[in-house]
């Protein structure tokens, strides 16, 4: 969750005042080619280089056996290669605290040159198409609620108050 | 939950001013449409102006435009600027606020403040114009459904 809230803070913003992303960008599935670019990206958003973390989530969202992972990343040429420009990372879950199918957004991080384009916005509806692919009706996701950038880009997608209610306790 | 009227009216008048960005709106108007007298409806854009959110027009063809950025702005900026809905400050008055009973419904009390908060400072302006045009759209998008659906 921590990873969730805190890439998802610095990294999205509600829509700015220039809200198209150039023709050149290319939103695609990650591969593990495109690891050091995302551990750095995230490294740059967050501040913790989480390499292990970031290569497991590629390779389980590679297997074809588990079509319910989906990690996208959103690239733009250069002259040698392709810069990275962001990513979201988000899996269908089933029957969890009673629910029906969904798709949880679980993170999402865009590159602080490239926000207030509508790249966030982009990465999403990418996500949502997969899941909608995968026959899925319903996207969630979890936000701190006092966080108001990363709440409003959310609402701004369109995403209400859903039916459930997030309870924690400490324990001692 | 439920706002103070002047924060309601406000709400409501800066959507009108949003809906109609291409010229001046009267108090006139909005007060006819929301049913409320001008009178508090001019208390309320004054209130909005000294805030920077409307500018006026006198004269003829005048009347209160938008001023802000509607991607920024949200319910709960509008709202703070007639109500304080921050979490309740402990009432030495409060019969119960010594004992452990009125320390615990408290924090019952703060939880849910903050979650409105939340929301309503979740809420921009653009948003909150989607959601008038979904509502708006709603009931159209059920007629034609039923008209197709008995036709």
């Known amino acids: 969750m921590n990873t969730r809230s805190a890439s998802a803070r610095r990294s999205a913003r509600a829509p700015g005042a220039s809200p198209s992303v150039p023709d050149t960008v290319a939103i695609r599935a990650a591969r593990g080619e495109d690891l050091p670019q995302i551990v750095a990206l995230d490294a740059a958003i967050t501040g913790v280089a989480k390499r292990t973390h970031w290569k497991r989530l590629i390779e389980r969202t590679s297997r074809p056996r588990d079509p319910e992972g989906c990690f996208l990343i959103a690239e733009t040429p250069q002259e040698r290669g392709t810069a990275l420009l962001g990513f979201i990372e988000g899996e269908i879950r089933a029957w969890e605290f009673g629910s029906a199918p969904c798709g949880w957004v679980h993170v999402l991080g865009v590159h602080p040159e490239a926000r207030l384009h509508g790249l966030g916005q982009r990465l999403l509806d990418a996500l949502a198409s997969e899941f909608k692919r995968a026959g899925v009706t319903r996207m969630r996701t979890m936000v701190l609620r006092d966080d108001r950038v990363v709440m409003q880009f959310f609402r701004a997608a369109g995403m209400m108050a859903g039916p459930y209610l997030e309870l924690e306790k400490e324990l001692e | ?151």
């Open chain 2, 1 to 151: 939950m439920k706002l103070q009227v002047s924060s309601q009216l406000a709400i409501y008048a800066v959507l009108e001013l949003l809906a109609h960005r291409d010229r001046p709106v009267t108090v006139g108007e909005i007060g006819a449409k929301y049913g409320v007298s001008n009178h508090h409806l001019a208390k309320v854009m004054h209130v909005l102006g000294r805030a920077g959110l409307v500018n006026s027009t006198r004269g003829a063809g005048g009347g209160y435009q938008f001023n802000g950025n509607v991607r920024r702005i949200t319910l709960l900026d509008v709202i703070d600027l007639f109500e304080q809905l921050g979490p309740p400050a402990a009432d030495p008055a409060d019969p119960g606020a010594a004992t452990a009973q009125g320390r615990a419904l408290l924090q019952v009390l703060r939880e849910i403040d903050d979650i409105a908060r939340s929301t309503l400072g979740s809420i921009t302006l653009a948003t909150m114009e989607k959601l008038v045009e979904q509502q708006g759209a709603a009931p159209a998008a059920a007629a034609i459904r039923n008209a197709l659906a008995g036709g």
